[in-house]
Structure formats: structure tokens, C-alpha cells
């Protein structure tokens, strides 16, 4: 019964970490984690066990380990030496954990690295401008027209138009030009 208890603590621990790091639950503290799971636990040995099971969640998380990778690496931290691995109960607990939380966690990762708000779309045509539709009988050139679509997700679009005369095309495409030359010099180094 005692390892029944501790298999439900440790995988409780395991939640508790991936709802406060990965999917930004800011109710969950270590405080309430030891309180509610490890309440008997001195809290040095909660602190220890706490880091050491994020440290692997983080490192099984970074590297998006398959089931080979997990059990070689989880193999390979049960082989460790002087208690900075895990016992056969914590890598049975983790692989069930990664298991089932894997796509979770990956999505997560994955929306906390996007800026945002995004591009969703972008859409853009040219058009000669008649002195009429200015106001000004000394313009009447092509002119083009972009018409920027940005969104949160779980939100509406918005919407931002953008007008070019040739000049100014002219000079967005030199920036973008010398941003390529930039990023080309800096990938020659490496």
C-alpha cells in the first residue's frame, strides 16, 4: 500500500510541476505540492526531490524524447551514482507521466515560443493612383498596397494597411536586403 502511495504522490509531483513550468498554472507552489503530497517528508529532501524530478522533466521535455529515447535516458539516470538518479519507481512514474502528458507539453512549449501577436495572413496588390482619388494633381503613380492580418491565439484578427509609394518599396526591399547580407555574414562564420 505504501508504494501505491508514493506511485500517486510522485505522479502527483510530476502534475504539479508540469502545471506550474509548462502550463502556467501560478496556483501551484512547491509549498502546496509538499503540503498536499509530501507532507511527512523533511523539506530538504522535498526541495531535493522536487528540483532533481524538474531538472528531468525539463531535460525529457527539451529534447522531445520518444519512448526509445525516454527508456535509454531514464536507463541511463537509474545507472547514476550518488543519489543524483532515479529509482526504478520514479522512471516507471515518469515514462507513465511523459507518456501521457508528451503532446501536452510539446503544445505548450510550442505556444510560449511564438511571438505573438502572429502573422496570420498577408495579402497585397498595386495600384495606379489617378490625381482624383489623392486630392493631388502631382501624384499619380503605381502605389501598393498591403493589407497585414495579426491575431492572438483564441482571438479575432486584426487588421493593419500599409501604403507604398515606389521609394518606399524601394527602401524596405534595401533593409531587407541588408538584413539578408547580415544574417548571411553571421551564418559564414559558424
Given amino acids: 500500500m505504501a508504494d501505491v502511495d508514493a506511485t500517486k504522490s510522485l505522479g502527483g ?5 508540469a502545471q506550474k513550468v509548462y502550463y502556467n498554472n501560478t496556483e501551484i507552489t512547491e509549498e502546496l505540492l509538499k503540503n498536499e ?6 523539506q530538504d529532501e522535498f526541495t531535493a526531490l522536487h528540483g532533481r524530478m524538474k531538472g528531468l522533466l525539463k531535460s525529457i521535455a527539451a529534447a522531445d524524447m520518444d519512448h526509445g529515447q525516454l527508456e535509454a535516458f531514464l536507463t541511463a539516470q537509474a545507472r547514476r551514482q550518488g543519489g543524483g538518479g532515479v529509482t526504478a ?21 510550442l505556444a510560449q515560443s511564438r511571438w505573438e501577436p502572429g502573422l496570420r ?20 503613380g503605381p502605389v501598393a498596397l498591403m493589407e497585414l492580418e495579426l491575431g492572438r491565439a483564441g482571438q479575432d484578427s486584426e487588421f493593419v494597411c500599409l501604403e507604398f509609394d515606389e521609394t518606399k518599396v524601394n527602401q524596405v526591399l534595401k533593409q531587407m536586403s541588408d538584413i539578408q547580407e547580415s544574417i548571411d555574414r553571421v551564418v559564414h562564420r559558424t
Avoid at 509531483?13 to 510541476?17: H, M, V
Avoid at 498577408?122 to 494633381?137: E, F, K
Fill in 13 to 17: 509531483l510530476l502534475n504539479g510541476i
Fill in 37 to 42: 503530497l509530501y507532507a511527512e517528508l523533511p
Fill in 89 to 109: 519507481e520514479q522512471a516507471a512514474a515518469l515514462s507513465r507521466f511523459w507518456k501521457s502528458q508528451r503532446v501536452r507539453v510539446r503544445e505548450s512549449l
Fill in 121 to 140: 495572413g498577408l495579402s497585397w496588390r498595386v495600384d495606379l493612383q489617378t490625381a482624383a482619388s489623392r486630392g493631388d494633381a502631382a501624384h499619380g
